[in-house]
């Protein structure tokens, strides 16, 4: 089996344009540095703005905010299709006590803004298409943000998982498909308790609207 950080190169949207030729090369350079979390092991602020942006290769991981109470609001998830910890180049999110949960097994590459944003002495090629590449990629995060703000701003929370279920429909361009959020998260992200969410999903279920098992989902009746 190939290493996760090749496989990451050859598929990840962060090295888009770049050959895997070049992996060697850019781990040196930009002193690349991979680690590996457990399943709801914590990665502090602290640790991710040392190293300032991270690259989930395998796994997820859950960004949430606690505050000075202990309560925590889920955030965002990243599959291994995203980055995060952008959102702590600046030094100010860590102040807003941002932390990020391994939600399973998890490797991640983390990499220097500072490097990417700024070329180095060799002029090696592939900075410019890296950083093309990390400006696309948090484009792509405002918009799962965005997503969010419309999702929880609905009236009820039947019209807020009619709306969380149809946009993951249509990301996995089907009408049966996975979420990436066992119950507690998809909860915390619909602004919700479990318990409320459960019960409705299980009215959506006998209404005839949905069908589920785990993180498993089939819309009936849908027209995509």
Same mark, same amino acid.
């Given at each position: 089996? @190939? &290493?996760?950080? #090749?496989? *990451?190169? $050859?598929?990840?949207?962060?090295?888009? %344009? !770049?050959?895997?030729?070049? /992996? +060697?090369?850019?781990?040196?350079?930009?002193?690349?540095?991979?680690?590996?979390?457990? @399943? &709801?092991?914590? #990665?502090? *602020?602290? $640790?991710?703005?040392?190293?300032?942006? %991270? !690259?989930?290769?395998?796994? /997820? +991981?859950?960004?949430?905010?606690?505050?000075?109470?202990?309560?925590?609001?889920?955030?965002?998830?990243?599959?291994?299709?995203?980055?995060?910890?952008?959102?702590?180049?600046? %030094?100010?999110?860590?102040?807003?006590?941002?932390?990020?949960?391994?939600?399973?097994?998890?490797?991640?590459?983390?990499?220097?803004?500072?490097?990417?944003?700024?070329?180095?002495?060799?002029?090696?090629?592939?900075?410019?298409?890296?950083?093309?590449?990390?400006?696309?990629?948090?484009?792509?995060?405002?918009?799962?943000?965005?997503?969010?703000?419309?999702?929880?701003?609905?009236?009820?929370?039947?019209?807020?998982?009619?709306?969380?279920?149809?946009?993951?429909?249509?990301?996995?361009?089907?009408?049966?498909?996975?979420?990436?959020?066992?119950?507690?998260?998809?909860?915390?992200?619909?602004?919700?308790?479990?318990?409320?969410?459960?019960?409705?999903?299980?009215?959506?279920?006998?209404?005839?609207?949905?069908?589920?098992?785990?993180?498993?989902?089939?819309?009936?009746?849908?027209?995509?």
């Amino acid at each position: 089996m @190939k &290493d996760l950080v #090749i496989r *990451a190169f $050859e598929t990840h949207p962060m090295f888009e %344009g !770049i050959s895997p030729d070049n /992996c +060697v090369t850019m781990i040196n350079c930009l002193g690349c540095i991979k680690k590996t979390y457990e @399943k &709801d092991q914590i #990665i502090s *602020a602290k $640790e991710v703005f040392a190293r300032q942006i %991270g !690259i989930v290769i395998s796994g /997820c +991981v859950y960004t949430v905010q606690e505050d000075v109470w202990g309560r925590c609001t889920f955030l965002s998830y990243t599959g291994e299709d995203g980055i995060f910890g952008e959102v702590l180049i600046g %030094g100010s999110a860590a102040e807003r006590g941002i932390v990020f949960k391994a939600a399973e097994p998890t490797a991640v590459l983390y990499l220097p803004a500072d490097r990417i944003l700024h070329p180095c002495r060799n002029s090696c090629p592939f900075h410019h298409q890296l950083s093309r590449n990390l400006f696309h990629m948090i484009s792509n995060k405002n918009a799962a943000l965005t997503e969010k703000i419309e999702i929880t701003s609905k009236s009820s929370l039947r019209e807020k998982v009619l709306a969380y279920l149809s946009i993951e429909s249509r990301r996995n361009g089907s009408t049966s498909f996975k979420i990436p959020l066992g119950r507690a998260e998809m909860a915390d992200y619909l602004c919700t308790n479990r318990s409320a969410l459960s019960r409705e999903l299980a009215r959506m279920k006998q209404d005839g609207i949905i069908e589920y098992e785990g993180r498993a989902f089939r819309i009936l009746n849908a027209q995509m």
